[in-house]
C-alpha cells in the first residue's frame, strides 16, 4: 500500500481536461514539494511537473499542477491519444531518516 | 547527454543478495550537483523507491528495505550500486536507476530498467 493516495484510474475524451489526485499526509505532501512523473508503456518514468506546479522545458502548457494542504492534483487539458500513460506522484517524507514516496499511480485512457 | 546504464545477473536465488550496477555515461558522477538512486517497479504495479547515494557517500534507505539494502558508489568508474539481501519472489521488478538533482530535487534522467527475477 502506497503512501501517497491516487485512484487507480481516470479517463477523458480528446479534448477534455482531466485532473488527477494524490493524497498524502503532514509529513510528506503537507510540509514538501510534489512531483508528477509519466510512464508510458514500457518506459521509464518522465518529468512533468516538479516543485508543486512548475514544469520542465519540453513538457507542454496542458500538465499544470497543484497543491493545497496534504493533497495535490495534476490537470491535463486538450487531452490527446499521447496522453494516455501511468501518471505518479512524488514526495519527500520527513519520517524517520527521510525518503521518497510515490503513490500508487493512476492509469489514464484516453477514450 | 547523460545516459544511465543498469547491469545485473536478471536471475537470483530465494534467499540471496541481488547486485546491480548503475553506469552512467555523458556526465561525471562525481558532482555534489546530484545523487544517485535505486527505484524498483514490480510488474503492473506501481513505483518504490528503494535509496539514494551522494557522492560524499551519504545514504538514505526506504524504511521498508533499509535492513536489507546497501548502496555504494565508485567514481572511479562512474558507478554506483546496488546490493539488496535475503531477497523473496517480493523483490522480482523491474530496477530503475536515476539521477536527482539537487537544486530542484527531481530524477531528471533514468536507466532503461533491467528485470531482476527472484526464482529457484
Known amino acids: 500500500q502506497s503512501v501517497l493516495t491516487q485512484p487507480p484510474s481516470a479517463s477523458g475524451t480528446p479534448g477534455q481536461r482531466v485532473t488527477i489526485s494524490c493524497s498524502g499526509g503532514?509529513?510528506?505532501?503537507?510540509?514538501?514539494?510534489v512531483y508528477w512523473y509519466q510512464q508510458l508503456p514500457g518506459t521509464a518514468p518522465k518529468l512533468l511537473i516538479y516543485?508543486?506546479?512548475q514544469r520542465p522545458s519540453g513538457v507542454p502548457d496542458r500538465f499544470s499542477g497543484s497543491k493545497s494542504g496534504t493533497s495535490a492534483s495534476l490537470a491535463i487539458s486538450g487531452l490527446r491519444s499521447e496522453d494516455e500513460a501511468d501518471y505518479y506522484c512524488?514526495?519527500?517524507?520527513?519520517?524517520?531518516?527521510?525518503?521518497?514516496?510515490f503513490g500508487g499511480g493512476t492509469k489514464l485512457t484516453v477514450l | 547527454q547523460v545516459q544511465l546504464q543498469e547491469s545485473g545477473p536478471g536471475l537470483v536465488k530465494p534467499s540471496q543478495t541481488l547486485s546491480l550496477t548503475c553506469t552512467v555515461s555523458?556526465?561525471?558522477?562525481?558532482?555534489?550537483?546530484?545523487?544517485w538512486n535505486w527505484i524498483r517497479q514490480p510488474a503492473g504495479k506501481g513505483l518504490e523507491w528503494i535509496g539514494r547515494?551522494?557522492?560524499?557517500?551519504?545514504?538514505n534507505y526506504n524504511p521498508s528495505l533499509k535492513s536489507r539494502v546497501t548502496i555504494s558508489v565508485d567514481t572511479s568508474k562512474n558507478q554506483f550500486s546496488l546490493k539488496l539481501s535475503s531477497v523473496t519472489a517480493a523483490d522480482t521488478a523491474v530496477y530503475y536507476c536515476?539521477?536527482?538533482?539537487?537544486?530542484?530535487?527531481?530524477?531528471?534522467?533514468w536507466g532503461q530498467g533491467t528485470l531482476l527475477t527472484v526464482s529457484s
Open positions: 547515494i551522494y557522492t560524499s557517500g551519504s545514504t
Open positions: 503532514s509529513s510528506n505532501i503537507g510540509s514538501n514539494y
Open positions: 555523458g556526465g561525471s558522477i562525481n558532482s555534489d550537483r546530484y545523487y
Open positions: 512524488v514526495a519527500w517524507d520527513d519520517s524517520l531518516s527521510g525518503f521518497w514516496v
Open positions: 536515476a539521477r536527482g538533482t539537487v537544486i530542484h530535487d527531481y530524477f531528471d534522467y
Open positions: 516543485k508543486n506546479n
